[in-house]
């Protein structure tokens, strides 16, 4: 699979991390019916929501030994570490992203869980040097209320919110015995420590969120809290939301070194943990009570965390032992989950919040010790227009810091060849103004496995994430459209990636041409190893062709990945003419130092030395005005779209019947066409007919426009 990126090789986070990606806030959006859909009886798809995508890793600036995260009721991000001198300290985010400066709340503290009570204060909890348990509360105006001692002695705490708005912490004792105390929403006093029984382990993982005591509500409101016992499996115990018993304790069974626990997008209550292969397992609850059973989602890692966002996306993270970088699955509601994706950095320990957007946010403590974080990335639109004034252009393609060089080379090698097949492919519908900004809506046509199109709407936002998408060029949009379609496609299942079904940019990392070339233009693609022969010979077929690398000789060439053919001339002593997706920006080069090269020319033998294979795809049939005369003369604007249906058909020999399903799609295609060019004619129509759906009997109708 291919899939480098110049952030890849530019930019890094945490000394010697690469940093990706950026995560979204999505933003429900009308479905919008364009003219002809009922007639073409076409799939046209638009999401409810902004694909996922996370910002870069960004750094607040701190020695931390441990930290805890939460949003407060004002929508900030409240960040807790402790310090070096086993201070708390924190910092706020405001939901505009700005942080304030860190401020001392002393103590000195060993472990904390924060958590925002029934009345809209932040309260935090602290183990003390002495292993009693401490809290101090924020209230909604800002003031700290000071240190209160809750007594008892703690290994590890876990404070929640359960179903009444009561404040319960959960602490395991001296004995490793689990205890709680209660705080009703109608009274500032504490219930004594209540003994619940069980022998548990104690958190292992200082770094972090505690992991080995867990707390979640489920579907109904009940309040389940999962600890691991000393034969290293899961055990739990339920307090009912109707009349505040516990159940007795209940063991999952497993073999589990770490925990963590959240509602998933359908209202199971999903328990993760560790096993003793290091792998990452679940157990899911359906709100009838039954639990599933263990399941393997594989991985070698050192920690988890887990989040349920506004979208019901079950979010997964997890430390990747070995290179200490974090990874993360997604699991959309009714969905399997995505497979591991890369997040990059250089961590210890990790925490996950929910932002004010919907988004989940990643908190981590650096190789450094100092906190880093990843935050679901925000939507903005952009202007511009689809096309440059020449139409679509190789170089119009800028690669963001997503992996999907195996896609946006592909799209190089179309827009190079056959630049109608791009127009043909996105058609502005229209826009609309949201918040106060105009926001543009466009079609994007894909083809599925079975080489039938589909169409996926699209807006003009795409994330604000350090550099995400494609960086349109000029202004101009098509091809970061194009790319925020395709994981559109992804999530429907009509397109291929590593993670069909995944409404993310992740989705799209380390691929394959083949892939992107038949979705792109309907046509079968293949792979094959590198023969510098045998691609002139298919240049010469017309066909499109992408070549990728794995380990190149050359240092002005990316490993792991790809680039368009773009042209040969067989009479040059370098004739294969490529393209690097990251552009050619910097004199031909892709970067400022110029290392690597953007656009160049090269001989077979610099092909056979450098790149391990190609991936082609059949070109579609190429017209040209005048090639043959007008068989059928056709007037702009004098022939009806249903005439016009008629006579493609009858002249490439197709008997015509308004009844008949594919005569009705036509009609609906042509009227589309029609819609979004005021200047075409019938005579485009057919062209763009013709080019669209690749007839084999293309050949038979030959049109050019009549003299004047």
């Known amino acids: 699979m291919f899939g480098h990126t110049m952030t890849a090789v530019l930019k890094k986070a945490f000394g010697d991390r690469t940093a990706k990606r950026a995560r979204a806030a999505r933003q429900s959006r009308p479905r919008r019916i364009r003219l002809g859909v009922e007639a073409l009886e076409r799939r046209e798809l638009m999401t409810a929501n902004q694909p996922i995508a996370f910002d870069s890793w960004t750094n607040v600036p701190a020695t931390t030994q441990a930290t805890s995260t939460i949003m407060d009721v004002h929508h900030n991000l409240d960040?807790?570490?402790?310090?070096?001198?086993?201070?708390?300290?924190?910092?706020?985010?405001?939901?505009?992203?700005?942080?304030?400066?860190?401020?001392?709340?002393?103590?000195?503290?060993?472990?904390?869980?924060?958590?925002?009570?029934?009345?809209?204060?932040?309260?935090?909890?602290?183990?003390?040097?002495?292993?009693?348990?401490?809290?101090?509360?924020?209230?909604?105006?800002?003031?700290?209320?000071?240190?209160?001692?809750?007594?008892?002695?703690?290994?590890?705490?876990?404070?929640?919110?359960?179903?009444?708005?009561?404040?319960?912490?959960?602490?395991?004792?001296?004995?490793?015995?689990?205890?709680?105390?209660?705080?009703?929403?109608?009274?500032?006093?504490?219930?004594?420590?209540?003994?619940?029984?069980g022998i548990l382990e104690v958190n292992s993982n200082t770094l972090g969120p505690e992991t080995t005591l867990q707390t979640n509500l489920d579907s109904h409101g009940n309040l389940d809290v999962f600890g691991i016992g000393t034969n290293n499996a899961v055990w739990y115990r339920s307090q009912s939301a109707a009349n505040g018993s516990w159940s007795a304790w209940t063991t999952l069974g497993g073999y589990v070194k770490a925990l963590s626990t959240s509602l998933?997008?359908?209202?199971?209550?999903?328990?993760?943990?560790?096993?003793?292969?290091?792998?990452?397992?679940?157990?899911?609850?359906?709100?009838?009570?039954?639990?599933?059973?263990?399941?393997d989602l594989g991985g070698n890692v050192l920690s988890v965390s887990t989040g349920l966002d506004g979208n019901g996306n079950l979010e997964v993270f997890a430390i990747f032992a070995g290179s200490d970088d974090v990874h993360y699955q997604v699991q959309p509601a009714w969905n399997s989950f995505s497979g591991w994706m890369g997040l990059g950095g250089d961590v210890k320990a990790i925490s996950?919040?929910?932002?004010?957007?919907?988004?989940?946010?990643?908190?981590?403590?650096g190789s450094d010790n100092s906190l880093w974080y990843r935050e679901g990335a925000t939507y903005a639109p952009v202007s511009g227009s689809l096309f440059g004034p020449n139409g679509p252009s190789y170089a119009d393609v800028r690669q963001g810091v997503t992996a999907d060089c195996w896609l946006m080379a592909s799209l190089s090698a179309v827009a190079a060849r056959a630049p109608s097949d791009i127009t043909s492919m996105i058609s502005y519908d229209g826009s609309a103004t949201e918040n106060g900004s105009v926001v543009g809506y466009y079609t994007v046509r894909f083809y599925n496995k079975a080489d039938v199109p589909q169409y996926f709407v699209v807006d003009s936002q795409l994330p604000d994430a350090g550099g995400l998408n494609d960086h349109p060029l000029n202004g101009v949009l098509w091809v970061a459209l194009v790319e925020k379609a395709y994981v559109e496609a992804n999530a429907a299942g009509v397109v291929t990636s590593n993670h069909v079904g995944i409404n993310d940019y992740d989705a799209l990392n380390f691929g394959d041409p083949s892939w992107a070339l038949q979705a792109i233009t309907g046509k079968p693609a293949?792979?094959?190893?590198?023969?510098?022969?045998?691609?002139?010979?298919?240049?010469?077929?017309?066909?499109?062709?992408?070549?990728?690398?794995?380990?190149?000789?050359?240092?002005?060439?990316?490993?792991?990945?790809?680039?368009?053919?773009?042209?040969?001339?067989?009479?040059?002593?370098?004739?294969?003419?490529?393209?690097?997706?990251?552009?050619?920006?910097?004199?031909?080069?892709?970067d400022p130092q110029h290392t690597i090269y953007g656009l160049f020319f090269a001989n077979g033998a610099f092909l056979s030395q450098n790149f391990s294979g190609e991936s082609q795809a059949g070109a579609a049939a190429v017209m040209t005005p005048g090639q043959v005369k007008t068989e059928l003369p056709i007037a702009p604007g004098t022939v009806s779209q249903i005439q016009l249906v008629d006579t493609i058909f009858s002249t490439i020999g197709v008997p015509s019947n308004p009844t008949r399903p594919e005569h009705d799609r036509i009609a609906g295609m042509l009227a589309l066409s029609r819609a979004d060019s005021a200047a075409g004619s019938p005579v485009d129509d057919v062209a763009l007919y013709l080019a669209m759906h690749k007839q084999e009997s293309a050949s038979r109708l030959h049109i050019s426009e009549p003299e004047a």
């Open 79 to 197: 960040s807790f570490i402790i310090g070096s001198d086993n201070h708390l300290w924190y910092r706020s985010q405001s939901p505009a992203g700005a942080w304030s400066n860190w401020t001392n709340l002393g103590g000195y503290v060993t472990a904390l869980s924060s958590v925002q009570d029934a009345h809209g204060n932040l309260d935090v909890f602290a183990i003390a040097g002495d292993k009693t348990v401490w809290y101090d509360s924020q209230t909604p105006n800002g003031t700290w209320g000071g240190w209160i001692d809750l007594g008892g002695i703690a290994k590890s705490i876990n404070a929640t919110l359960d179903s009444h708005g009561n404040l319960d912490v959960f602490a395991i004792g001296s004995t490793n015995e689990l205890w709680y105390r209660s705080q009703a929403p109608t009274s500032s006093s504490w219930s004594g420590w209540t003994a619940l029984g």
């Open 264 to 295: 998933d997008g359908q209202g199971n209550l999903d328990v993760f943990g560790i096993g003793y292969d290091n792998a990452v397992y679940y157990n899911s609850q359906n709100p009838s009570g039954y639990f599933s059973g263990w399941k």
């Open 352 to 365: 996950t919040t929910l932002d004010s957007s919907g988004n989940v946010d990643l908190f981590a403590i």
């Open 526 to 590: 293949s792979d094959y190893g590198i023969n510098p022969s045998n691609i002139a010979a298919a240049w010469n077929q017309g066909k499109f062709i992408v070549l990728c690398t794995t380990n190149p000789v050359s240092s002005h060439i990316v490993a792991n990945h790809c680039y368009a053919l773009i042209g040969y001339n067989s009479s040059s002593g370098d004739p294969y003419k490529l393209y690097n997706p990251w552009g050619d920006g910097y004199d031909y080069y892709a």
